[in-house]
């Protein structure tokens, strides 16, 4: 049984969304505030966090970024904004996923199980033959027995998301794909909206995986047309 971690400081808000992660056989903890919810993920084996950003003491920007520090788990944002800046900040201070109220719960639960699915599969670190599942790239390895990634021997710690858009980009290295098309092959899901929270990602991994993110040598951009991982030798 997963545990979900709900918080928003609108109870009726924590209980609603509670309902519905119940049904499907999840296991709720319910705060009501971003210091509620970072002593909550002390407490307890939290899989995935669902939090409002607009709080009173500490809010859910502050939260997720104070959380990155010691924890990879999913982060799914609510907030009553929908322009796009808030989702790029949100996706800056390390968020996965951002939804915005009113939202459809069933909607919640999907983008919660898909989260999951992703760190769940991250997370599976038993080894199997030693060679299988490595992907190289000149000095990029990534190890999907692991889940780990390495450049030049150095090793990089990248979120879920990131890590599985990195893995397909290095799987299908030299082929171009678009905006679109990368997002409903990473997150299996129509790309509405995901120009910004592919730009944001991408830009996270290179910095993460290049020397000089400015001149990348393994995640380029192609202008026009999208991301494309290059060859190197």
Partial sequence: MYNILVCDDDKEIVEAISIYL?????NVIKAYDGFEALEAMKQGDIHLLVMDIMMPRMDGLRATLKLRETSNIPVILLSAKSE???????LNVGADDYITKPFNPLELVARVKSQLRRYTQFGNIEKTDETEGIITNGGLVIDDNAKSVTVEGEEVKLTPIEYQILKFLTQNRGKVYSTSSLYESVWNEDAIGSENIIAVHVRHIREKIEINPKEPRYLKVVWGQGYKMEKVD
Wanted: net charge negative.
């Fill in 22 to 26: 119940i049904t499907e056989g999840y």
């Fill in 84 to 90: 796009d800046t808030d989702k790029i900040i949100g």
